[in-house]
């Protein structure tokens, strides 16, 4: 007599979940004049030109090593945006 022997569930692996960012998402970007916080889009901040305060009208450059950090921590965080 032969019976079925039970199966083992499969286990379910749940990965972190991630989000690609548009590069229209505006992030608050600090001033270094005035300290006052102005909406940039991620565009914007890989397009090498620089980022006007809307308060002071003070204008910076984000730098490369800049745009490597802001990656690491928003992929910290579970966001991730295109080269």
Request: one cysteine or more; aromatic letters at 4%.
């Amino acid at each position: 007599m032969s019976q079925a022997l039970p199966v083992k569930q499969a286990e379910i692996q749940y990965g972190e979940i991630s989000t690609i960012l548009s590069e229209k998402v505006m992030i608050p970007i600090s001033c270094d004049h005035c300290r006052q916080d102005t909406d940039v889009s991620i565009e914007t901040l890989k397009s090498k030109h620089g980022i006007l305060c809307e308060h002071c009208s003070h204008v910076r450059t984000f730098s490369a090593t800049e745009m490597r950090l802001m990656r690491m921590l928003l992929a910290q965080a579970g966001y991730h945006f295109a080269l």
